[in-house]
């Protein structure tokens, strides 16, 4: 018996390091565990130890005879990935921890409270001369964990338990609903901590640049997930959920996840922490009918295998793909048909054509995938009526160009998904053209290419830009550990003039209503409670005012 790797899996790695036999893949220490879409594990060399399964901590691994039917699909998928890789990339070894100063203590502020920031806090708080004061600027920590993963992803939530086990140590602070920036400043910050390291991720959308961005009913996925994940900034945002067909311009994993929230079935997501208010508008909602656009081909499609393949499981709604949009370039089918290309970007070709495939019923919902095409204008008199888009087509050099041939989508709802990008971070040196921080090693640097500056650090999406998942963020955040663990050990951190325990009475001086540990295990224990009373995971309390109200001592969460 093997054990098989599901679609919840969140790449940190966990499996790995338990692994006796090196059977799950890529590794941390191979190139492609960067851009991995999930993690593998070879049937012909697993053992059956069941190691994996206790340490994954999003509860996607399974032996091969205990899979639902809606997971049986993972074992090829799992064994397809070693049609062009092998085993002996070896395990990933820790690198030896540099031997800390036993009579000095450092001090570390982390800005952010998503995985980069709480993979690398995990790692700082082991050493116990090193404490760690989190700051955020809501009052519930997890980042996009809690306000980006699918309500319906449930699985992959189960990472916050990694979290949770850094959050309970002595030497780990929260400083939540504190904006930085606001309530302190980034030198005030500097003037009490030897080391700060910021991992505030890339919270704005990229535009299309196209005429109509700006009409009603046209808006960007970032505000449209956040919003029906209950986070507090967007809980009063009205969308306009009308019309029967939606069109969301991009394919990665989020275009697919607002593709699905919008026509999946509301008693399942009733199950769900989606926001109430969200719920109540999707039940409302008369879109049966949503299109995926993407300018490339199936072959460059930017979702995952397990994603993609998790559209298939939704009842009622029917996967619509037509054969002639499934158009390779040359040199991919000239690979697909001798059996060298990609065995993940084979699998990609081989799902989209057994979905083209499959049988079509009148009364179900359609998710439609449209490749190579380009979005030209959105039309409209004072709201979205409908998007033209361009066709392009694959050229002998394997780039996507543009043809000819122009059409008309009518829809009442165009959402982009086409990426997120990174903000300037007050006092911080910041790269406008990759709209990140520049750094080396995690260390920030003045400009690009410029010189390190002492005690400052970046990681996650506002160090690299808005790519990879939570296994990527994991190795982000640690290598932004060992770096400071190291500029500690050699004793080139600068040393702050003040002590750090003022902070609370400081940002209370200046309006923050600060949440410690304590007030979030409130605000965790009675969106719990709530949950349970309907059947749910949590229910998620969407304004600042009631998360505040839950974290106080005799507050009615409400």
């Known amino acids: ?59 996607a691994i399974y032996p091969d005879d205990q899979l639902d039917a809606c997971d049986e699909p993972f074992l090829q998928i799992n064994a397809d990935y070693y049609r062009d890789h092998d085993v002996d990339g070896g395990l990933a070894h820790p690198a030896r921890t540099p031997r800390l100063p036993e009579d000095r203590a450092l001090s570390v502020a982390v800005i952010g409270a998503g995985p980069a920031a709480f993979y690398a806090a995990g790692e700082l708080t082991k050493r116990p001369q090193i404490s760690v ?20 992803h449930a699985k992959t939530k189960g990472v916050e338990g990694t979290f949770a086990a850094a959050e309970r140590r002595a030497n780990f602070t929260y400083h939540l609903n504190v904006d930085v920036g606001t309530h302190i400043t980034h030198d005030e910050l500097a003037a009490r901590y030897g080391a700060i390291l910021y991992a505030v991720g890339a919270p704005h959308d990229r535009h299309l640049d196209i005429p109509g961005e700006e009409l009603p009913g046209s808006f960007p996925a970032t505000e449209f997930v956040a919003w029906y994940n209950g986070h507090p900034a ?64 199936i072959e460059h499609a930017a979702f995952t295998n397990s994603e993609f393949l998790s559209l298939g499981d939704l009842d009622g709604v029917d996967i619509v793909i037509e054969p002639e ?42 998710i439609i995938f449209r490749f190579l095409t380009a979005p030209l204008e959105i039309m409209g008199d004072g709201e979205v009526t409908s998007l ?42 910041f790269d406008p053209e990759r709209n990140v921080v520049p750094s080396k090693d995690s260390r920030v640097t003045d400009g690009p290419g410029g010189p390190v500056v002492p005690g400052l650090y970046v990681a996650g999406w506002i160090r690299r830009g ?27 951190l600068p040393v702050p003039e003040l002590d750090a325990g003022d902070v609370a009475d400081l940002v209370a001086s ?18 719990r409670a709530a949950g349970r009373a309907q059947g749910r995971r949590r229910a ?19």
């Open 133 to 152: 004061d989190m700051y955020d600027r809501l009052p519930t920590p997890y980042g996009l964990v809690r306000a980006g993963v699918a309500p319906d």
């Open 325 to 366: 949009e499934l158009a390779l370039s040359e040199a991919a089918r000239a690979a697909l048909d001798d059996g060298s290309l990609d065995s993940t970007i084979a699998t990609k070709i081989r799902l989209a054509r057994e979905f083209s495939t499959r049988p079509r019923h009148d009364e179900n919902k359609r």
């Open 388 to 429: 033209r888009c361009l066709r392009n087509a694959y050229t002998a050099s394997g780039a996507a160009a543009p043809t000819s041939e122009t059409f008309d989508i009518d829809t009442s709802v165009v959402v982009r998904s086409v990426g997120y990008r990174g903000r300037p971070i007050p006092g911080i040196p």
């Open 234 to 297: 967007y809980a009063d945002r009205v969308f306009a959920l009308t019309g029967d067909r939606a069109v969301v311009v991009g394919n990665g994993n989020v275009a697919l996840d607002v593709a699905r929230i919008l026509v999946e079935d509301e008693a399942i997501l009733a199950t769900t922490d989606i926001a109430d208010h969200a719920l109540a508008a999707l039940r409302d909602s008369s879109i049966r009918e949503v299109v995926v656009l993407g300018r490339r081909g």
């Open 510 to 527: 200046r309006g923050a209503q600060r949440v410690d540990l304590a007030g979030w295990r409130r605000i965790d224990a009675a969106e």
């Open 1 to 59: 018996m093997a054990h098989v790797i599901t679609r919840p899996c969140c790449n940190d790695g966990s499996c790995v390091e338990v692994c006796p036999v090196n059977c799950i893949h890529p590794t941390p220490d191979e190139d492609d565990f960067l851009t991995a879409e999930m993690l593998y594990i070879d049937p012909a060399t697993c053992i059956d130890c069941g190691a994996c399964i206790d340490e994954c901590p999003v509860s």
């Open 540 to 558: 998620k309390f969407v304004s600042v005012e009631a998360l505040l109200a839950a974290s106080a001592e005799s507050g009615a969460a409400g």
């Open 466 to 492: 808005p790519t990879g998942g939570i296994g990527r963020n994991r190795m982000c955040g640690e290598q932004a550990a060992a770096a400071i663990i190291a500029d500690f050990a050699d004793d080139v």
